[in-house]
């Protein structure tokens, strides 16, 4: 039981990471660029092989990452399969 409260807070530790290292990559201010910096060894290791495998749409001129939206989806996957093994 205390295993799994640990993986269960890591997993939502990981994910608060994502969402902020996605929400500081629109926000164009010294300090998010700084968060976003501090934060991109943790995250860009798992989203640039999803992005090999999923282009990035094209909308216009401009291409819409989807990485960390499918990176939420497998990790909330793999939280459901881990917790319910412990």
Do not use: K, N
Request: net charge positive; charged share 15%.
């Amino acid at each position: 039981m205390f295993i799994a409260r640990i993986l269960e807070f890591a997993f939502s530790l990981y994910e608060f990471g994502l969402l902020a290292y996605v929400l500081c990559s629109w926000i164009m201010h010294p300090a998010a660029c700084a968060i976003r910096q501090w934060l991109a060894p943790a995250y860009e290791l798992v989203l640039v092989p999803i992005r090999r495998w999923i282009p990035a749409p094209r909308l216009g001129g401009t291409a819409i990452d989807l990485s960390p939206i499918f990176l939420f989806i497998a990790l909330g996957l793999v939280r459901r399969l881990v917790i319910a093994i412990f």
